[in-house]
């Protein structure tokens, strides 16, 4: 078993005991039919995944990156699909957009999402 392996399947153990459950949401545009004028083929899935939440510190309000009720959400990378900006994640059934994610890598695999949400 490499690093790797171990890093995220702790990483995936740790978010799963100390975390909460959230839903994450794409929707995925369809094409334009230019002879009807509509989109087609659009489509939506979900997941749910434990997270941890937070809110920004002091700090990081001050530096100007993030606004007053942005959350700092993490999330295991094993068993997820890579969260995309404008994604959405239900957290206490209040929605959030995804407006940053950001990688943690362990070695050669991602372990973490850390996303930047905001509703």
Sequence with gaps: MTLDTRARATADKL??????SVTLTRVTEGTYDPSTGEMSGGSTTTETVAALVKDYNGIELLSGMVQAGDRKVKVAALNVSEPQINDTLTIDSLVYSVLAVKSIWSGEKVAIYELQVRK
Excluded: L, V
Aim: hydrophobic content about 35%; proline content about 0%.
């Design 15 to 20: 978010i799963g005991k100390f975390g909460k």
